[in-house]
């Protein structure tokens, strides 16, 4: 698995807890999907940021099919 280690695992559970409180709020599927995101886009902005956590997949990458 890429991205292994402390930093990815928080950054894993950031945005687990993220999708989680997201499907408490019963959306739409499209605001649903604008609201992933951009907690994507914060969580893994975050994780960039710090010299550890190597370069964010793409927000494409993350949607599903």
């Not at 989680?20 to 709020?25: G, Q």
């Not at 499209?30 to 994507?40: G, I, N, S, T, W």
Request: contains cysteine.
């Amino acid at each position: 698995m890429p991205r292994q280690g402390l930093n990815a695992s928080g950054t894993r559970g950031r945005f687990r807890a993220a999708l989680d409180t997201l499907a408490v709020l019963d959306l739409p599927p499209d605001e649903l999907l604008v609201h992933r995101d951009d907690a994507a886009g914060r969580i893994l902005g975050d994780a960039a940021s710090t010299p550890a956590a190597g370069a964010p997949e793409p927000l494409d990458a993350l949607r599903c099919r």
